[in-house]
């Protein structure tokens, strides 16, 4: 099976391409104000993030649990390992009738490089009613895997869609 590079768009003014971040993954601090609405409730609100950056991966934002209204989450059996960011667990997030399955999630234990999430959790916006970043709603990641939001100021193309495995 061979791979490709497919030809990365080139950013306007104002815009990031994806294919300009790092690989590995790196993490950085963002002051862009992020919210979360799931079943009428701001689940999280935030002008205190980080997000972390991967070639070919729209922007993943993780919020600190001090913003986060984390009664509406429980831990699930789910974990899964990551070599850059670690051991991490899913949360399900349940909002009077209505709950979602490993929608959000979180590393415990992370490596070094990523320590500085340990207490913060992300969420698969296509799970969540509405996300936004300064406002604008976002457009989840294609795929169910990662968890990227996208924004018109990033161009891609993204990782995550059928046929971009090997990117």
């Known amino acids: 099976m061979s791979f490709f590079r497919p030809s990365p768009i080139t950013p ?5 391409s994806v294919w300009d971040y790092p690989r590995p993954a790196k993490l950085e601090d963002t002051n862009k104000h992020l919210r979360i609405i799931f079943n009428g409730i701001t ?11 991967e070639t070919s991966h729209p922007p993943t934002y993780y919020i600190p649990g001090d913003d986060i209204q984390l ?7 789910r974990r899964t390992m990551c070599e850059w960011k670690g051991v991490c667990v899913y ?23 990523f320590v500085d999430i340990q207490e913060c959790y992300s969420f698969y916006a296509s799970l969540m ?10 457009q989840s990641q294609p795929g169910d895997f990662y968890g990227g939001w996208i924004t018109q ?7 995550g869609g059928a046929g971009t495995m090997g990117w």
Do not use: H, M
Not at 43 to 53: E, G
Not at 93 to 113: C, E, F, H, L, M
Not at 153 to 159: A, L
């Open 43 to 53: 689940l999280a609100d935030s002008r205190n993030a980080k997000r972390v950056l």
């Open 153 to 159: 100021d990033i161009v891609g193309p993204f990782k």
């Open 71 to 77: 009664e509406y989450l429980v831990e699930t059996s």
């Open 91 to 113: 949360y399900d997030v349940i909002v009077g009738d209505k709950r979602v399955s490993n929608a959000a999630w979180r590393y415990v234990q992370p490596t070094p490089s």
């Open 129 to 138: 009613d509405e996300c936004y970043v300064n406002d604008e709603l976002v």
């Open 12 to 16: 306007g003014p104002g815009q990031e």
